[in-house]
């Protein structure tokens, strides 16, 4: 099993930054990848960054060179730099941690981007 916990979300002004943590605990040497989704009020969860093991980083394109993903191998935690946070960013924020058969997911954190 593994655990995860997310913080640092927030309320920002658009054109500001946030940072978010992923604190993982349990199996960790399990992992293989992690990454952040989010999920819009009456939208689908969507997709926004992993990290591979090898440090191999992919992103979405609509946060492309604004946000960059992070991990932390001697605090077992991840972490998204958010910067230019457009009014669209706005929802909640899920760490997602995948092992070769399972996929694990935090509480998630809040994230509302203000005109």
């Known amino acids: 099993q593994v655990h995860l916990v997310e913080s640092g979300g927030g309320l920002v002004q658009a054109g500001g930054s946030l940072r978010l943590s992923c604190a993982a605990s349990g199996s960790i040497v399990s992992i293989a990848v992690m990454g952040w989704w989010r999920q819009a009020p009456g939208k689908q969860r969507e997709w926004v960054a992993t990290?591979?093991?090898?440090?191999?980083?992919n992103y979405a394109g609509s946060v492309k060179g604004r946000f960059t993903i992070s991990r932390d191998n001697a605090k077992n935690t991840m972490y998204l730099q958010m910067n230019s946070l457009k009014l669209e960013d706005t929802g909640v924020y899920y760490c997602?941690?995948?092992?070769?058969?399972?996929?694990?997911w935090g509480q998630g954190t809040q994230v509302t981007v203000s005109s």
């Open positions: 990290i591979t093991n090898s440090g191999s980083i």
């Open positions: 997602e941690a995948s092992t070769l058969l399972n996929h694990f």
